[in-house]
């Protein structure tokens, strides 16, 4: 009964190792839609292969981060293209279950180029195999021009006043001393 028990609270309980994700199980939201960002693009794969876009590459590899490295396997991304692109979330699953990764401390671009993003434990308790992940991202606009920061405005006019004054004296000089 005691077994019983302890597998029935570990399967309804949070079963990750990972303290940043969310697991799962089952009906999982395989749109960024359903996970409320409908105006993401969506970069992923359902057979656990990396994958890739114009902003975003992902990889599957063998688990090397600080849970169980060795065991299963991890998705880690890097940012490849526009420099204002910001991820909202990430999902991989393994098994029945899926993590969701939406803490943006956790997420790129600021986090690390190494993730080590899992799937949840499986019954044995370990990292499993990718079975698929997904990430959704949106990029942010960047203003044409860097904006000046108000404290430098007052600074730079002055200066630049200063050098249009020094610059009128230097002519009135060099003309009062011609002959």
């Not at 190792?17 to 359902?46: E, I, Q």
Request: net charge negative.
């Amino acid at each position: 009964m005691l077994a019983l028990t302890g597998s029935a609270a570990w399967a309804s309980s949070d079963c990750t190792s990972d303290h940043r994700a969310k697991p799962t199980h089952g009906n999982d939201p395989k749109t960024c839609r359903a996970l409320g960002y409908g105006g993401d693009t969506w970069v992923g794969s359902n057979a656990g292969h990396g994958a890739t876009d114009s902003e975003l590459a992902g990889t599957v590899q063998t688990n090397d981060g600080t849970v169980q490295p060795g065991t299963g396997q991890e998705v880690d991304l890097a940012m490849k293209g526009f420099p204002g692109a910001v991820v909202d979330a990430v999902v991989v699953g393994g098994d029945a279950w899926y993590n969701t990764y939406k803490d943006h401390g956790s997420l790129p671009p600021g986090r690390g180029a190494r993730q080590h993003y899992i799937p949840p434990l499986d019954g044995g308790q370990k990292v499993s195999w990718v079975s698929y992940w997904y990430a959704c991202y949106h990029v942010d606009p960047q203003p044409a021009l860097p904006e000046v920061p108000q404290a430098l405005e007052v600074p730079l006019a002055g200066g630049a006043i200063f050098a249009a004054y020094l610059f009128v004296q230097h002519r009135r000089r060099k003309a009062a001393s011609a002959p």
